[in-house]
């Protein structure tokens, strides 16, 4: 079946440590985003890419860093720098790009991470 | 800037009917997406108007004023299983969520 697959989907860190999420997609879309979630709070945008080898700094980047060498994939990097990284996050795709971006959104099962 | 409203909490009983808004004022504009999320999981889609009026999906329905810079979800004939937050999300270039609206939806 179709659809995106985000691991872990629970994560412990100590403080100072970097952590990677990993997001894979077989959906064909060209659009990939990466949202945190906060208790009682909407979805914060932390990196797009709207193609291979590109990417752009969304709402809460800071701490946060990406790649995309290949298109079914987008992994989150959690860095050190992130002052408060305990949160819910949420990889999703969309077949939509660019200005338009008029995509729905698919969502993975979301990864939680826990800074002890 | 981009900034959505909606209410935090509501409570409705089963069988009723409940209509979720949202205000939004954002710099562009290229449709409104509506979408559900249950506790822990992930959001699914909803609904989505690029249009002004009304777009009905069964006990769900979208509405759309775009001079007004408002929308609202209508569930009809609630079910326990309705209960969750509904996030209203502005699309513009990427996607604007607003806080989300917890539904509580009781017997």
């Known amino acids: 079946d179709g659809g995106i697959t985000q691991s872990p989907k629970y994560l412990f860190r100590k403080e100072g440590q970097n952590v990677t999420l990993s997001c894979e997609q077989n959906?064909?879309?060209?659009?990939m985003y990466w949202y945190r979630q906060d208790p009682g709070q909407g979805l914060r945008l932390i990196y797009y890419?709207?193609?291979?080898?590109?990417?752009q700094k969304g709402d809460i980047a800071e701490g946060y860093s990406v790649s995309r060498e290949k298109k079914e994939s987008f992994p989150l990097t959690v860095t050190s720098a992130q002052k408060n990284p305990t949160a819910f996050y949420l990889c999703?795709?969309?077949?939509?790009?660019?200005?338009?971006?008029?995509?729905?959104?698919?969502f993975g099962e979301g990864s939680r991470l826990t800074v002890l | 800037g981009q900034n959505i409203d909606q209410p935090t909490e509501m409570t409705a009983t089963e069988g009723a009917i409940v209509q979720i808004n949202c205000t939004y004022q954002?710099?562009?504009?290229?449709?409104l997406f509506w979408y559900q999320q249950h506790a822990g999981e992930a959001p699914t889609f909803l609904s989505y108007?690029?249009?002004?009026g009304l777009e009905e999906k069964g006990r769900f329905s979208s509405f759309l004023s775009r001079s007004k810079g408002y929308s609202y979800l209508l569930l009809k004939e609630l079910q326990m299983k309705d209960s969750a937050s509904y996030l209203c999300?502005?699309?513009?270039?990427?996607?604007?969520f607003g806080d989300g609206t917890t539904l509580t939806v009781k017997p």
């Open positions: 999703a795709s969309s077949t939509e790009t660019g200005a338009a971006n008029t995509g729905e959104l698919f």
């Open positions: 959906l064909n879309h060209d659009a």
């Open positions: 890419s709207q193609i291979v080898n590109d990417f």
């Open positions: 954002t710099s562009g504009f290229n449709g």
């Open positions: 108007n690029v249009l002004d």
């Open positions: 999300a502005v699309a513009a270039g990427k996607s604007t």
